[in-house]
């Protein structure tokens, strides 16, 4: 009746319920923990014949790309009653629907415990296990099992005491799976499990796999093996992408075929994750043994010639069921590299042992990110290796090569240089929880309740913000932004083309840990009415503005080139100019607003052209004139602007970003029109997302995790409107990006661009 269970786990399917640990006194008497079928974890009791579910959480557990911790803490003793779940460290807000009292445990107590599964052979955990704990009588807490250090949850070694029929489950030694490392000797006995199934994927180091999130096929593929298999269904040419987007540096993965002659080892580009059929393929190369297939992303499959984005471009060697295949990826030349049995395909129609670096297949793009794809028609299927298991599930007798970072376990020697694709390989992001910094420390949501009186400090930014864009969440009111380079006097409405406003001195300071509204901010509903709720989204510049001298119009700066954001004050001049911004490459996004009352019009690299542009204060598409930004893309030291009253010919205000890795990112995406929408890869967890639609009409959407801390994210709001907070399904926040989760802000072949910014690398991410 007094239990604590921790393991952590990354999961394969998302689709049914899924054990983790099921104690059991008989068919009629059992409990169980589970991941259920809508993603929540979820505790069962069944007495005498009745199963009722106890508690679950409302967070909903479904990213398959990173790693969970599960924590369940359990006293059922007379006047103790207690149950909590946390997940990475986070204590859950359950539902509760029947009393623990009433339904004593089976777990422990001297009755058959499984793990992975339950009396029935049902309900099999499909994914990853490791750091297995059950204490017996003792009910603990997360950090018993974790920390957080620079903002990430990791695991630590328990050391307390397991109790009697406790147990550690640490899966070491492949040919005795089930052994208790606790010293108490409760071994348990491995079923449908083989030494191959211990693989090198862990919560410290964290392999690609096939992610089945990235599909919105009416009939999806049938995934399998911790999501490195996957085969194609009912006669359909299915595709299949990679959990790891690559955008620098050099990789290598391979993939072992079911057999068939229609199937695919390729690249795609991540913008375009989605499957609707077409004659076309976009932006993906492959490795194209036979038959000719183009099915939205995929490429076509023609008869031993490699494809790039539908066109021919070299023959390449043969297949037969069962090859091994591989590919080798430079994504700082954009150069690709096929293998086929552990023979390199050069190019020139020689074939070698050896990867010849100055003769290759085929090239991409550099800069753009591409994922890993597969693809193949039923009853074909794939067994992929990111460098996790050589063995591909147990079909071959593991090699474990490695790279030369001493990393993963691979069929082939790897080439010089090349890498497995695993989060103890990928890029030090920029803003690096390593070096004791994190995300937070450059943007960060701050929630608050107004009190009707001021002056009311608000605090836990974390750093003394630049920026500050406050929203009223529980009634009608316009967003109120705050800079510190125009002082605390001034600020302007997202949600109206009005004029800045001035002397209205509703923010008293800028403070280290947050700001300061003063006595009048207690009569604007706005910013600190009697409980209405408050969000505050801020940013972190360059504290004081410093003179710019680079383009035509000087400029006062405030930038924090690391963080890729700058605040911009300039007098314009009504002819086309030029316009310093202080950042360290061309921001690829820009808000200026003309502080009499115009629009705000904004810049982003994704509209049609730089003679377009957007308004942040209106619902409408991207609008051609050529003369807001002179049709003129930024450079590394200025931007341009034309003659427009809105860019140029008085005082303007500007905020400037660029993608900086692993802490934001500028890009756009094409909607599907599904509920099971695309995976947009970021390269990190996100924290804050603004999304809108450039080819019709459609209003921009916010949303962060602090208005929704667990997914589903389903509270947003609107730049464009002072309307309150509203609710739809949007998106779930993910390890290495989002998932859009309704067709609302999400239309069939339509147009989004996005600026995003991050809770946590992906380097390091836990799953959300």
């Keep these: 009746t007094v239990w604590t269970f921790s393991c952590w786990v990354k999961l394969g399917t998302t689709a049914t319920s899924r054990v983790l640990l099921h104690g059991y ?68 807000t359950l539902d509760i629907t029947t ?96 030494s191959t199934d211990v693989v090198l994927d862990s919560p410290t180091n964290n392999f690609g796999t096939l992610n089945p999130l990235a599909t919105d096929y009416i009939t999806p593929p049938n995934y399998a093996e911790g999501n490195l298999e996957f085969i194609s269904v009912f006669n359909y040419h299915r595709t299949v992408f990679g959990s790891m987007g690559l955008t620098t540096g050099k990789w290598y993965f391979e993939g072992r075929s079911h057999g068939g002659n229609k199937f695919t080892i390729g690249l795609s580009d991540a913008l375009n994750m989605h499957h609707t059929q077409s004659s076309t393929a976009n932006n993906i190369i492959g490795y194209l043994p036979s038959g000719l297939y183009a099915y939205g992303d995929a490429v076509g499959l023609y008869a031993g010639t490699i494809y790039k984005n539908g066109s021919s471009v070299a023959s390449s060697l043969g297949y037969a069921t069962g090859d091994k295949m591989a590919i080798a990826f430079d994504a700082d030349a954009g150069k690709v590299w096929f293998r086929r049995n ?37 009853p074909t299927g794939w067994y992929v290796n990111f460098g996790q298991d050589s063995s591909f599930a147990g079909t071959e007798t593991a090699q474990g090569n490695t790279d030369e970072n001493g990393q993963g376990d691979f069929f082939y020697s790897v080439p010089s240089g090349f890498l497995a694709l695993c989060s103890a390989n990928l890029p030090n992001p920029a803003i690096d929880p390593a070096q004791d910094e994190e995300p937070a420390d ?215 970003f660029h993608s900086v890795n692993g802490y934001s990112k500028v890009g756009s995406y094409t909607g599907n029109g599904s509920s099971a929408g695309s995976v947009i890869y970021l390269g990190f967890r996100p924290s804050w997302v603004m999304t809108k639609r450039i080819d019709s009409t459609g209003g921009w959407v916010i949303v962060d995790n602090k208005r929704n801390t667990h997914n589903l994210v389903n509270n947003y709001l609107r730049p464009d409107s002072s309307t309150n907070e509203l609710t739809a399904n949007i998106s779930d926040f993910l390890s290495n990006g989002f998932k859009l989760r309704s067709t609302t802000h999400n239309e069939s072949g339509s147009s989004y661009i996005y600026l995003a910014f991050a809770e946590q690398p992906f380097k390091y991410s836990n799953a959300r």
Excluded at 32 to 52: H, I, K, M, W
Excluded at 113 to 127: A, E, K, M, T, V
Excluded at 350 to 378: C, K
Excluded at 620 to 648: A, C, K, M, W
């Design 25 to 92: 006194s008989d068919g009629n008497n059992f409990a169980q923990l589970v991941l259920d079928s809508n993603a929540e974890v979820a505790f069962y009791s069944a007495t005498s014949g009745t199963a009722r579910i106890l508690a679950h959480t409302q967070a909903l557990q479904r990213d398959p790309s990173a790693w969970y911790h599960i924590v369940a803490k359990f006293n059922a003793t007379s006047g103790s009653e207690e149950y909590k779940v946390y997940v990475n460290g986070e204590n859950q």
């Design 99 to 194: 009393a623990l009292s009433a339904h004593q445990s089976k777990i422990g107590n001297n009755n058959a415990n499984y793990i992975g599964n339950n009396f029935n052979q049902s309900l099999d955990f499909d994914g990853y296990m490791a750091e297995v704990n059950f204490i017996d009588g003792t009910a603990l807490d997360a950090d018993s099992f974790g920390e957080t250090k620079a903002g990430i949850w990791i695991p630590k070694q328990y050391s307390g005491s397991y109790g009697t029929n406790g147990f550690y489950l640490d899966f070491a030694d492949g040919s005795a799976l089930g052994d208790d490392e606790s010293g108490n000797a409760n071994d348990f006995t491995a079923s449908g499990l083989a």
């Design 342 to 378: 552990g023979t390199w395909f050069n190019g020139s129609g020689t074939d070698s042992t050896t990867l010849d670096p100055n003769n290759h297949d085929t090239t991409v793009t550099t800069g753009e990110t591409y994922v890993p794809a597969f693809s193949a028609e039923d």
């Design 442 to 656: 450059y943007f960060n949501t701050v929630l608050y309740t107004g009190t009707g009186s001021a002056p009311l400090a608000i605090t836990g930014v974390g750093f003394q913000p630049d920026w500050i864009w406050l929203k009223r969440r529980s009634a009608t009111s316009n967003h109120h932004l705050f800079n510190s380079v125009r002082g605390t006097d001034k600020f302007l409405q997202a949600s109206t083309s009005d004029a800045e406003q001035t002397g209205s001195n509703n923010i008293d300071s800028f403070d280290s840990d947050g700001f300061t509204l003063n006595a009048t901010s207690a009569t604007n509903p706005a910013e600190n009415n009697l409980n209405s709720t408050y969000v505050a989204w801020n940013w972190l510049a360059g504290g004081s503005a410093v003179s710019n001298t680079n383009g035509s119009i000087a400029s006062s700066v405030s930038a924090n080139t690391e963080a890729g954001f700058s605040i911009i004050t300039y007098t314009g001049n009504s002819s086309a100019a030029t316009i310093g911004h202080g950042l360290s490459s061309a921001p690829e996004m820009y808000i200026i607003k003309n502080t009499a009352s115009d629009n705000w019009v904004v810049y982003h690299k994704d509209l049609t052209s730089a003679s377009y542009y957007l308004t942040l204060d209106t619902t409408n598409q991207e609008i051609s004139n050529n003369v807001v930004f002179n049709g003129t893309d930024p450079t590394s030291s200025v931007l341009s602007v034309g003659t427009s009253r809105s860019t140029n010919g008085n005082n303007f205000i500007c905020y400037a």
